[in-house]
């Protein structure tokens, strides 16, 4: 196994084999303040821009002015500075004139000067030492922290972990950055600078997803991204600040929308009969951002002469949400988009607009007008790209259909008779099926694919599930609705809808009957709250009509009556739909003005909010996107691309979320068989919904196992009696062979099963069981030692009387000890210990409590850590080969314990300070010396030592050998002047250097 040196080293390696020059950081002469590489940064500004030196020192001044108190809006402010350079003023000829200082070279990559430098030391609130950081023209772009693979506790989270004790204690790195990457060695992850743990993304190839990966993760993340023309091209096009008055959130592309972008815009540029083609990117995983960055990239582009850009929806809810995508991006869209009112509108703006503009329409815009036989041509211009999302939906047909007198055609036509020299490009989060010939017709093949199975592995999404209520509830599963109605399941608008209400009569007096309605109220409420014990999270219920929504909502309140409230701002559950002034007085309680709208969907996707339930109809079920949704209850007809479209709400990745539920009380398990077998016809990957019941099984097979492994160990009062059996139960798995990571692995999965079938009834008699192994395993993870180790803090316990093992505390009292007040190491406590009846705990409380208390009184002095911690690896050997019996273990274990403690007594009883006794301790390593010079003799070197090096380190002083060398000196010379034995010299020399390295990073902080 590779050590994270060695990860390092490689990762430098592939990084100068891109071409990146290499330093160490201590062969960098510089300010430990100054992250900034200013001689680099100036030859770098001189070299890409053809401008005066005094313009030059002026922008270096400008960039390193910071205007705001929070890091965001500082690194905001300097990653627009490096994307549109600095302004500054010259002066030629007495003239004055504003010139822009370019900090990259994006036109020509290779003008640039890019530099890998490791262990770069910054000086903060306190000193730290990245592993990575990566320069551009003097700047630092980009930090890595990298962790030991061999180690287990060196995961991928405490790396990233690592970077945010960074970002708090040295700031100032961080203005200039614009991605983070963390490794272990065996994974690998970039994330923006305030992205949370579940954001940072893999990076899973170089040029395209049919190569062959690399062995090392890191290795194709290196290579893939910071090769130089695509490193300029990501800084320059995919990154975006997100700015919603509260908050500012940057988000950066991930693989498949950098090289979706790249492969669009060259499809743009060769585009046949100006059909560029369609990016299927599976719903969830960011599609619309990835809408964003592909205009952002065209406007950039000069080859494509300022386009006009003709962004198209089918719905205005979807038009609003992606408009509010793109506004908040528009510092990377060097411009704000416009929304269009009217046809009238569009007609307008199309015709007088020469060239540059984000236009938003929906594509009913591009209707007839009643005296009109055609759709006129709006400009012959070739420089209009337009964008559609969902581009597979039927609105874009070229059919015609015969309505009264006249034929009437799709969409599509009136778009292509609008801008008959466009290029069009589509977007889709579904499949195209394979009979639908007009989206071809339309925009051409795919450019990019991104299925469920690539976004699930990548944890982009999370998987879903399906549970039908139908059998339980005695619910008659609805006929399919007739061809007339078909047409209402398809996302048109409320006005449609009402005017052919006739043709949902029956149907939806079915649907809302009050009896049926009452018994899926009663059933929602329980299954809702079954599913908040075991997650906490949202809900979102689909009701076939606005009249049934607001029904169901008065028969869930009966029976919940706390969860309601008039005030829009409080209250567990809140009905969303569209309404006007003639709506009846039982639909106007619940319609809300825009504004009122907006702030109840701000309070929906707050998880700490109160409102944890909605009923929808039509509203919120394309382009709405709220992490924490993890369930949703469907009452609706539903088929096709608007099924699958209204499933994925519940796909997001939030923390702790292992799926997504969709729970049916319609009957839509054959449209979700029929969309499966679209998405796979059409080449997709991983699954649409799977059942619940495959969760079950999943879960009654976990608990199979884990069951076997209490072969011989009775634990039939886990109802009655958890707390009692917590300990023997503990002791019993601590006595199999690899016992602790086979049944906390075993656990771990039964978690998720059981997550996600919870709610099943059959499931619920398991729910004592889980919670109990759920506990043994707390007992066995959480208190391994006092480090807080990540968790999954959304799994709630799921015990009635809630089993709690949060520390090493509780084990104490369930193994009957009074919890120690002074030292663990007394003899009455280790005399308790010896006696206890589980010997099994009593080996792993032991091996904790030494861990840690040589860990924290070790913390100065490296020999006394390395003594006993080899000591303790050897006992713990010889017990896991079970080479001797666990009575014997305990009492080697006791031994060495009071072995520890006469050492620290000796340390104290020398008179000496922490380093002090430290370097006492690294002298005495040699007995030769001990008995030749005596205690008071080393103690004097040692106090000596002490005074000697804290005046001579430096901040860096074990990288740069000349200090390394300067040092090495005055201790040689030191130990001859007291008669250290000149054979033991040596090695004496280098335990206290690597003494020195341990206690000199406390000293500088």
């Known amino acids: 196994m590779i050590t994270e040196n060695q990860v390092e080293e490689l990762a430098i390696d592939w990084l100068k084999e891109l071409g990146f020059d290499y330093l160490h950081g201590s062969e960098i002469e510089r300010d430990y303040n100054e992250v900034l590489l200013e001689d680099r940064l100036k030859n770098a500004l001189i070299n890409i821009n053809n401008l005066p030196i005094e313009a030059i020192d002026e922008a270096i001044v400008a960039l390193k002015k910071q205007n705001f108190s929070s890091l965001i809006q500082n690194n905001r402010e300097f990653h627009k500075k490096l994307i549109d350079g600095i302004l500054v003023e010259k002066v030629e000829n007495d003239e004055k004139s504003i010139e822009i200082v370019k900090l990259i070279d ?37 930090v890595m922290e990298l962790k030991n693979p061999a ?98 959130i940057k988000k950066i592309a991930g693989y498949h929308q950098f090289h979706a972008v790249r492969r669009a815009i060259e499809s743009i540029k060769s585009a046949k009969n100006k059909k560029a083609g369609i990016i299927w990117h599976t719903q969830g995983s960011g599609k619309s951002l990835s809408m964003v960055f592909l205009t952002g990239k065209i406007v950039q582009d000069k080859d494509l002469k300022n386009p006009t850009i003709v962004v198209i929806t089918d719905r205005n809810d979807l038009d609003d949400q992606l408009l509010n995508t793109f506004s908040k991006s528009h510092e990377l869209l060097k411009q704000k988009p416009i929304q269009i009112e009217s046809i009238d509108d569009l007609r307008e703006t199309l015709k007088n607009r020469s060239s540059g503009g984000i236009i938003f329409t929906t594509i009913q815009k591009f209707a007839l007008k009643d005296d009109e036989g055609e759709f006129p041509s709006l400009t012959l211009r070739e420089n209009i790209i337009v964008i559609a999302d969902e581009a597979h939906r039927s609105h874009y047909g070229f059919e015609a259909v015969l309505r009264g007198e006249n034929y009437k055609y799709g969409y599509a036509k009136y778009l292509r008779d609008a801008l008959p020299n466009a290029t069009f490009i589509g977007f889709t989060g579904t499949p195209i099926e394979s009979e639908d010939k007009d989206t071809r017709r339309v925009f051409g093949d795919y450019i990019s694919i991104y299925d469920i199975e690539d976004a699930v592995k990548d944890g982009a999404t999370v998987p879903i599930y399906y549970e039908s209520r139908l059998a339980k509830l005695n619910l008659d599963n609805l006929k399919e609705v007739d061809e007339e109605v078909e047409n209402l399941i398809k996302d048109e608008d409320i006005q449609y809808k009402e005017k052919i209400k006739r043709e949902w009569a029956s149907l939806e007096k079915l649907v809302g009957a009050k009896d049926r309605l009452s018994t899926i109220a009663k059933d929602i409420v329980e299954h809702f709250e079954n599913r908040l014990s075991v997650i906490d999270g949202k809900g979102m219920i689909v009701a076939i ?36 002034a003639s709506d009846d007085e039982k639909l106007q309680k619940h319609i809300y003005s825009k504004k009122i709208k907006k702030e109840i969907e701000k309070r929906f996707k707050n998880i700490d909010d109160e409102l944890k339930l909605v009923i929808v109809v039509d509203m919120w079920l394309t382009g709405f996107d709220v992490p924490s949704l993890h369930t949703m209850y469907i009452d609706k007809p539903m088929r096709g691309h608007n099924l699958m479209q209204a499933i ?16 049916d009380y319609i009957g839509i398990a054959n449209e979700l068989k029929n969309a499966l077998r679209v998405y796979t016809s059409s080449g997709g990957k991983g699954k649409t919904a799977t059942p ?19 072969h011989g160990f009775d634990y039939s009062e886990y109802k009655t009696n958890p707390h009692k059996l917590l300990a023997p139960a503990t002791n019993h798995i601590l006595g199999l062979e690899d016992g602790k990571k086979r049944f906390c692995d075993e656990v771990v999965a039964l978690t998720k099963a059981y997550s996600l079938c919870s709610t099943l009834e059959k499931a619920l008699k398991y729910k004592e069981e889980v919670a109990f192994f759920q506990a043994v395993k707390s007992i066995l993870i959480k208190s391994h030692s006092n480090k807080e180790r990540r968790t999954n803090k959304s799994i709630k316990h799921i015990i009635d009387n809630s089993i709690k093992v949060e520390g090493i505390e509780d084990i104490f009292d369930l193994v009957g000890l009074d919890k120690p007040n002074i030292s663990i190491l007394s003899d009455e406590f280790l005399e308790e210990v010896s006696q206890m009846k589980y010997k099994n705990l009593a080996v792993e409380l032991l091996e904790r409590l030494l861990k840690n208390e040589i860990k924290s009184k070790s913390k100065t002095s490296i020999v ?11 006992i713990l050997n010889r017990y896991h080969n079970r080479t001797i019996e666990t009575a014997q273990v305990i009492e080697e274990l006791i031994a060495m314990a009071k072995d520890f403690r006469a050492e620290l007594q000796k340390g104290k009883g020398l008179g000496l300070n922490d380093d002090e006794i430290a370097f006492y ?74 003494q020195a390295e341990r206690i000199s990073d406390e000293w500088s902080n």
């Open 106 to 142: 994006f036109e020509n990559p290779q003008a640039n000067d890019f530099l890998v430098v490791n262990q770069f030391t910054v000086i903060g609130k306190k000193n730290h030492r990245p592993d990575i950081v990566v320069f551009i023209n003097g700047m630092p772009l980009f």
């Open 151 to 248: 180690d287990e506790d060196a995961t991928i989270f405490e790396a990233y972990n690592q970077l945010q004790t960074y970002k708090n204690n040295i700031e100032d790195l961080f203005i200039y950055n614009e991605a983070l990457i963390i490794s272990d060695g065996v994974t690998a992850k970039i994330g923006s600078l305030n992205a949370n743990f579940e954001r940072f993304m893999y990076w899973k190839y170089v040029d395209d997803e049919k190569e062959a990966p690399f062995s090392y993760q890191l290795e194709t993340l290196i290579r893939g991204f910071f090769k130089k023309e695509y490193l300029t091209n990501y800084i320059q096009n995919f990154i975006t600040f997100e700015d919603d008055e509260k908050e500012i």
């Open 545 to 580: 009509s606005r009249e049934v929504a607001v029904d169901l909502y008065n028969e869930i309140i009966k029976f919940r009556p706390s969860w309601h409230n008039d005030d829009p701002m409080k209250g567990f559950i809140k009905v969303i739909m569209t309404g006007s």
């Open 648 to 663: 994925a709400r519940v796909n997001r990745v939030f923390k702790g979320k292992s799926g997504g539920l969709i729970v």
């Open 692 to 710: 619940s019941e495959e969760m079950y099984h999943e879960m009654l097979k976990r608990i199979d196992i884990i069951r076997g492994m209490f």
């Open 864 to 874: 006394r850590e390395q003594k006993f911690s080899e000591k303790l690896q050897t």
């Open 921 to 994: 301790e690294a002298l005495a390593l040699n007995e030769s010396a001990v008995r030749e010079l005596g205690d008071e003799t080393l103690k004097k070197i040692a106090i000596e030592l002490t005074e000697t090096l804290r005046k001579n380190v430096t901040i860096d002083w074990k990288y740069r050998e000349n200090i390394r060398a300067k040092i090495k000196n005055r201790i040689r010379v030191l130990l001859r002047r007291y008669k250290y034995p000149p054979d033991k010299t040596p090695q004496a020399i280098e335990t206290v250097l690597k």
